[in-house]
């Protein structure tokens, strides 16, 4: 088992001046509760917003909450996770690639003030991978959403999925499997499953879910908000305890 000595944050961003800010407000909530909790034993927590082809003022608030900001050569998800944890290994370079632990967001989510700790505390206790659950906001969810997310959700129970709004990787596991692809979706379900091929010890957790934006037109064709637009009530019809609102 191998606590890690530091941690990074990277944020993929694609024009999120909506949103960006209450991410970057709740990602200090965790560092300084990491700060708190494990003291020492985390020298340093840097804090990487990868910006994908913005037009908007994202960067400008992603700078202004002290964000390390990058923009990479090439357009997609896939593409902007990769060049944060390239921007992320540089700023830990000094760092054994075991020591260092990198957690993953989004621009459109909200992360609780024990993210960090916990996946500190799983990555000390010899996890590779931590696979995160994710709640939508249910302020942008209809009426029948809502009664088809919980109908299809248990609270406390980790599901196992993965979600790039919460997922933790140790550095030297994440290297070893090639890093993200530069694709448009579907990247962080890719890093996981090499992960896996390779051995890597991944463990699921509900313990400090994050909420994303429930919005039904997202940033790609698919990913989460194609989930909830497409997925959700159909997957709650199929279960028996499912009512459908009137």
Known sequence: MTAPTAMAVV????????????????????VRDVRRVVGRAVSRVSVHAALDACSDATARIARAAA??????????????????????????????????????????SV??????????????????????????????????QTTAWWATHVPGT???????????????????????????????VLLVAEARERGALLVASDEAWVQTSGRSVGRTSGGYAGYLREQL????????????TA
């Open 67 to 108: 964000a390390d900001v990058i923009v990479p050569a090439r357009r997609g998800v896939g593409a902007a996770r990769a060049a944060g944890v390239a921007a992320a290994l540089a700023a830990h370079e000094h760092t054994p690639l075991r020591r260092l632990w990198i957690a993953h967001t989004d621009a459109d």
């Open 158 to 188: 980790a599901n196992g999925h993965v979600h790039g709004a919460n997922l933790g990787t140790r550095a030297s596991m994440l290297v070893a499997a090639g890093g993200f692809e530069p694709v448009l979706e579907h990247e962080d």
């Open 233 to 244: 009530i159909p997957l709650a019809l199929s279960r028996a305890a499912y009512a459908p």
């Open 11 to 30: 944020i993929p961003a694609h024009d999120e001046e909506e949103l960006i800010g209450a991410c970057l407000d709740s990602i200090r909530a965790a």
């Open 111 to 144: 992360v609780p003030a024990n993210w960090l700790t916990h996946q500190w505390e799983l990555a000390s206790a010899g996890a590779d991978v931590v696979l995160g659950t994710v709640r939508p906001d249910f302020r942008d969810l209809s009426a029948e």
